[in-house]
Every structure is written in C-alpha cells, then in structure tokens.
C-alpha cells in the first residue's frame, strides 16, 4: 500500500503549483486579463491535446463500461454534492439571496481537473486517466445544467449550450477515434506534439487557478467564516468522501473507475465556482470561503482518504 508520505509528495508539487500563480499575481507578473487568455489556451488548446494524448490508443476505453459508467457516476457524484450542500447550507442558517445556492454550489463541485489528473496519472497509469476524462463529461453536465440553474435561475437550453465546449468535443472525437483503432496509424511526430502541449495544461491551469484565489487575500479574515468554513469541511471532506468510497467498493463499476472515485474521493472544492458565482449573480465570497477552507485543510487529508481508499475498496 502507498503510505502517507508518499502520497503527501506526490500532491505536494500540485499545491506548490497554485502557489506559484499566487505568487505571481502578488508580484504583478500575473493580472487578470493575462489570466482570461490563458485560461482559454488551456481550455481550448493545451487541455485538449492532453485529451487526445490520453485517450487515443488507450485500450481501458475499448471496454463499453468505461464509456458508459465514468460519465454516470461523474453526474451522480455532483448532483449529490449540491443537494448535501443545499441541506447543510440549510442548517447552517443560510438562505436564498445570503449564500445558500452559492453555498451548495460550491461545495457540491469537487476538484475533478487540475489536481486529479496529475494523481491519477502517477498512480494509476494512462489508461484509468483517459477514464478521468471521460468521467468528467458527467461533471460538466451536472455543473452546467443543474448547477447553473440553481445558482443562477438560468434555463436549461443555457446550461446545455455550456456543455458544448472544446474539451467536450475533444473528448467525444477521441473515444471515436480510439474505438476506430486509429491510434495505430497517428503519426509519432503528431503524438509527440499533442503529449509536449499537453503536458503544459496541468501546471498553467494550476498557475492561473493559483492567481483566481489571490484575488480574495488582501482581507484574509473574512477567507475564514468560522461556520461556513467547518460546515463545508464536513460536507466536502468528511461526509462525500465517506460515501464516494462506499459507493467505489459495492457497486459493480470497472476497476479504473473506481481507482478514479478513490482519487476523487479525496478533492477539496474546485475553483470554478467563484467565477461561476461572480458570473451569475452569485455569491463569490461564500464560494472563495469554501473553497479555500477545504483546499487547505486538503493537503494534509487527501493522502489520509486515498490511502484509506486504497484499503476499503481493495486496490
């Protein structure tokens, strides 16, 4: 079994990752028009040539069950995550217009990107991380319909057309491809190129996410909403990571999916939901508070879940 160092210094680099974009933006090299651009090459370019890099020739994804299950499970695990956090905001004593629906949101939308792939990479291979990917299409469903209905109000044609993005088509191209055994035939040239852009999307993003959360540093106290903050904690990472690994070990899933739920088991908040929450009328403050409350406390318990996960589910 992986034991907790091991695992400490595998997210170690993740977290001094984000710390660097902090760094940046503090110093001025990095500002938040630098920050638009480069969130949209990572979205646009770089992320999906680590796509087609993962899932092109990647034979975990010629089982229909990692087509079919990932993207499921992906949805499930959101759409749960808003509702446990939309009944604890309750309790809590928030309520619509104070926080409640940006409260949910964020703590419902768990960090499926930046950090997960590096793990799931170095722990589990190429084949379960191409898995990743496919899983996450679930994620942005649930984001972008359900999530944004409830923390905006929006429409459903809205929240479907959000899902039509790069990264989804990326995706639904490669699993086509890989399916039509075309991996075979690519070029080593092109799949030195795609693997060299993609290697860049994971730390720049890390970078420009690191830049997101420093904009909320210059009044630190207010970071720490003393029962907003433990609320969320126990919510993100004590209650959904217990059922995560429930659901990885009785359910009749492939084993690169549950690898995957052990992993995801162990996320904090992702970051997305302040610019989601600024964007749509939310609370941006409420999701910054979760956010950074969880992914703090994160860098010492996400060793402690996955190896925990590693034991209870059998890997």
Partial sequence: MTNYSTLLALIAPVFATIGVGMFARWRGWLNQNAENSLLKLVVNVLFPCLVLRSVIGN????????????PLVGFGAIVAGFWFGFYGGRLLGLKRGSGLRTFAFAVGIFNYGYIPIPLVE???GAGTLGVLFVHNIGCELAIW???????AGASWRDGWRRIINAPAITIAVAVTLNFAGVGQIVP???LNALGSLGNCAVPLGLVVA??????????PRQLFHGRVVSTALLLRLGLMPALFLVAARWLPLPLELKQIMVVQAAMPAGVSPILLARHFGGQPLTAAQVIFGTTV???????????LGFAWVGL
């Fill in 59 to 70: 034979h975990s994804l010629l089982e229909p069950a990692n087509i079919l299950w990932p």
């Fill in 122 to 124: 170095r722990l589990f």
């Fill in 145 to 151: 319909t359900v999530g944004v209905i409830m923390v």
């Fill in 188 to 190: 080593v040239p092109l």
């Fill in 210 to 219: 690191g830049g997101t959360l420093f904009e909320y540093l210059g009044q």
């Fill in 297 to 307: 406390v994160a860098l010492l318990v996400i060793p402690w879940w996955i190896r």
